[in-house]
């Protein structure tokens, strides 16, 4: 009996052996989910941009249907960005990808990624909510590169400020540092990651633009607040004149060489802004407009920092910016009425950052 049952055993572990390599053989055959997703509204259509998951021969697209309450496959794509046309003003859509992998004629799927949603402008191009997400969408995972965004001749736009979606590279780059990165040693090393006016620049972009390589955005960052405004998108006022901060507000100055974008002001006056300041793209809070370091802005700046982008966090949690952000930058401020770009049907310019913020990042 003895014997038997030492067989036994030892059957049931060959057999459970058997199963364990078939599931880690079946796992290894699977491609990886794609990331960094994106869905961003330009005009009538909405281009969805990812980075391709390992060993993936393609991409499936899936968009929401509301009769059907349901997902629906919507089209393949080999590349990492998909344009779907046709759709309708002032509606918002919502879409999922995964990847697919092509290996001895069977198919074999990565996991969904997570629901992206873009809203269509009624009359416009775009809108303020799509603007901000789009700004938001490098933060945690993209190092500042001084020149990054530029092209080679430092003279304008270069292939990353004229890139639909985020760059692969440059979340594999930001994972390859530390606490201690110093932008000062990784100049110019194009395609690494984005300086102020590059991201700037490459947000721009991406709300006017379904595919990569025209002309860009990218300025010294003085110029970039007013070259918008000229362009008529809205209304350019100089650092004197500036009396208050509004949703996707661009601010520049020439005394402190540096762009940003405001996500929405607080209670107490101060902002929480998003950027490419040493060491990267993040989200900052200035201080009080009396000078008090402790601000709303700064709070809540952490808050989603150390909530959404853990990693970035633990190695850069100083969220703060001093006071001359609140006194040295001028502001160009979009025009909302949808006979230019932008529009602003979920009211970010009369919301405050903390209800700004919280829609941003459950949408």
Known sequence: MKAKRILLAALCLMLVSAGGERTIQGAMKKPGKPSGVMATAVKRTVVLS????????????????????????????????????????????????????????????????KVVRASMAAKGESTIKNFLKTAVAPVGSTLYIWGGGWNKADTGTGKDGKRIGLNGEWNRFFLSQNSRYNYKKHRYRHGKGLDCSGFVGWTVYNIRNTVPGKGGYVRKAKDQPKLFAEKGWGSYKSKKKVADYKAGDVMGSSSCGHVWIVIGACRDGSVVLVHSSPKGVQLSGSPTKKGRKKSQALALAKKYMKKYHRTWYRRYPDCSRGKSYLTQYGQMRWDVSGNHVMEDPEGYQHKYADAILKDIYRN
Do not use: H, N
């Not at 991409?59 to 759709?87: C, F, H, M, N, P």
């Open 50 to 113: 990812w980075i391709k998951g390992k060993k993936a021969s393609g991409t499936e697209i899936y968009l929401y249907d509301r009769q059907k309450k349901r997902y629906i496959k919507k089209a393949d794509s080999k590349a990492s960005r998909y344009v779907v046309k046709g759709l309708k003003p002032g509606v918002s859509y919502g879409f999922k990808v995964r990847s697919y992998r092509i290996y001895k004629k069977k198919k074999y799927y990565s996991g969904y990624s």
